[in-house]
């Protein structure tokens, strides 16, 4: 369990998630139908579920970035009532508080390429936090130094690897000192070898007291560092649990199917003699 | 050589005055193409609308009659322009209306994770089209934004049409006031290349330096 309270953030509530009867439909298509789900703080939870089970589309209506059609989101006390079209400007303004209150690691990094990684992390302190520019720079440095690459501070986006990418956007992250960060497939872009980096300093993160939800297929990480496991099929939550109870011994049949297929590789193969804080297998269907 | 040294002074205004008209339209033109790009894609209809219609007609019709219409055709609606104002208006209007499409090509080109990214950090829409979108946009629009500055240069020359006296119509005239036509229209092309040429350098350099960070 990581409970131990975030230093510095104000204690708003004890559930900065608190999402109830969401739905979204794309065109024909309904992706998400009816889903709740509430996080505690500092809890990680992590969402697992095949491709196109709705599970990146909750995580990104947790920040809207998806409007969805139907149902509350509650982040960090602010609430939108979504479907409901009259109250356009009032929206807008929770939407941004919320976006100010949480933070989002993609799969795809979208670092900002035409900025160096210090640029990067700086900008949403500069830009959002209106932080003058000695003083965005200086926390940059620091959280560049938190995910190892205080040697990187320099270098454009182009001339990162993969994995080094991954966490400069998990410092940029970090620098809008949420309260949540949201983590959408956060190694699902990266090379194999690449995983672990990004999973230490998420893994560090965690321990730290971050409150997190991870759309991911890491079913070590999910062992080890998560509280809670949400699996998510056809845009419902199916099934959800601690970790050990659900990977070990999931209820639900697609569930067990889902887990037969990223969990292929279990103990026994994984003898490549990592100690027990470093991730020792990955996934590998991709 | 005679005629070209003789009427050098002349030559030498007329090619300021091409310079002002390409330049300061160049510059309105981006300001208003950039505006006029923004509203086309805008999710607001009726910019939308409006930015599509005027791409169309600015675009669609010879700049030669914007031109015309300005100087000769304004004046029975009582607005009286100076020659120079009418031709830096019709050049930047026609300008703008090309401008807004190599803008509009530069912002879609941004990767929609980039504005993914800006959102999911509640920047303001200003600040992160300012800060995020613009600085890549650029840098995929300033090929056609180029070659668009160097066919503004030429297009000045259609300013002669309205007594406006830039190198063309320097060049006739003297042409016409020493029947060394080759000669005069020679030297005036050799100077509208003279800035072309100048003016792809800088690119050049521009493109070089906006492109350090991808490299």
Known sequence: MNTTDQPGTPGRTDSPIHISGLHKRFGALEVLKGVDLTVARGEVVVVMGPSGSGKTTLIRCMNLLEEPDAGTVAVCGCSVECGDRARRRERARQVREIRHRTAMVFQQFNLFPHLTALGNVAEGPLSVRRMPRADAEALARRLLDRVGLADKAAEYPARLSGGQKQRVAIARALAMEPEVVLFDEPTSALDPELHAEVLQVMRELARDGMTMVVVTHEVEFAREVSDRVVFMDGGVVLEEGPPREFLSRPAHPRAQAFLRLVAHDLPEQGADGDGPDKPTRWEQAS | ?215
Not at chain 2, 81 to 89: F, W
Not at chain 2, 102 to 116: L, M, P
Not at chain 2, 148 to 169: G, H, N, Q, W, Y
Request: aromatic share 10%.
């Open chain 2, 1 to 215: 050589m005679d005629l070209i040294v003789r009427d050098f002074p002349d030559l030498l205004r007329a090619m300021g005055v091409t310079l002002l008209l390409g330049v300061v339209s160049f510059v309105l033109g981006c300001i208003l193409g950039a505006l006029v790009g923004l509203a086309r894609i805008s999710r607001f209809r009726l910019l939308k609308g409006l930015a599509i219609a005027y791409v169309s007609v600015f675009r669609g019709t010879p700049l030669l009659i914007q031109i015309m219409l300005v100087y000769y055709g304004l004046p029975q609606l009582g607005i009286l322009i100076e020659p120079i104002p009418s031709a830096i208006l019709a050049l930047t209007l026609y300008a703008a209306a090309y401008l807004s499409e190599n803008f509009r090509a530069g912002i879609i080109a941004v990767d929609r994770g980039q504005w993914e990214a800006a959102h999911s950090m509640g920047m303001p829409y200003w600040r992160m089209l300012r800060r995020i979108v613009a600085p890549q946009a650029i840098r995929v629009a300033l090929p056609p934004i180029g070659s668009r500055f160097i066919a503004l240069m030429k297009d000045t020359s259609l300013a002669s049409a309205v007594t406006v006296v830039e190198l063309t119509r320097a060049a006739e005239t003297i042409g016409s006031s020493t029947f060394r036509y080759m000669e005069a229209f020679l030297v005036a092309a050799a100077a509208y290349w003279l800035i072309n040429t100048a003016l792809s350098l800088g690119q050049g350099a521009l493109e070089r330096r906006l492109g350090r960070a991808y490299a």
